[in-house]
């Protein structure tokens, strides 16, 4: 396959996900949640996680982004959901290496969003590709290291 048209493929798996992004919208019980922005880009996450027995049960995010923030914050919660928060963090880690264009092995544990190896040829775009995979770390941290700081439980 030509490389063009494999970016094609790319552009189009990334354009479905930020034109119907998986898991979005709001949990309606929550045990992790965070807010984090990319200001370079006016990019705002919503992100909440129902963690269970150290297991990410549910997802979702909301808020505004670009479309590859929103795809990325889509194809993030697709490879998260349903794994261990351990596993979540190792995929978090592989996914900030992929963007900078840098090997990974094992890229394929990260779904589509492996897709998003291409933004590393976009440095202004790298930041609208990762925020939801900080915004995932910090909502799992703040639940092993710091408590309850941004937790809330409740309906939407
Ligand atoms: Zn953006």
């Known amino acids: 396959m030509a490389l063009s048209k494999l970016d094609n493929l790319y552009r189009q798996v990334i354009l479905d996900h930020s034109a119907h992004p998986h898991h979005h919208g709001k949990l309606g019980e929550s045990t992790n949640a965070i807010e984090m922005n990319n200001p370079t880009c006016g990019d705002v996450i919503e992100l909440e996680l129902a963690i269970e027995d150290g297991v990410i049960k549910d997802i979702a995010f909301s808020g505004s982004g670009c479309s590859i923030s929103t795809a990325s ?84």
């Open 73 to 156: 914050a889509s194809m993030m919660t697709d490879a998260v959901v349903g794994k261990t928060v351990v596993e979540a963090e190792a995929l978090a880690d592989d996914f900030s290496h992929l963007v900078l264009g840098e090997d990974v092995p094992e890229a394929e544990k990260l779904g589509d969003a492996a897709m998003l190896q291409g933004v590393s040829k976009f440095p202004a775009r790298i930041k609208c590709a990762t925020l939801a995979w900080k915004a995932l770390g910090k909502a799992i941290d703040e639940e092993e290291g710091h408590g309850v700081a941004h937790q809330f439980h409740g309906a939407e």
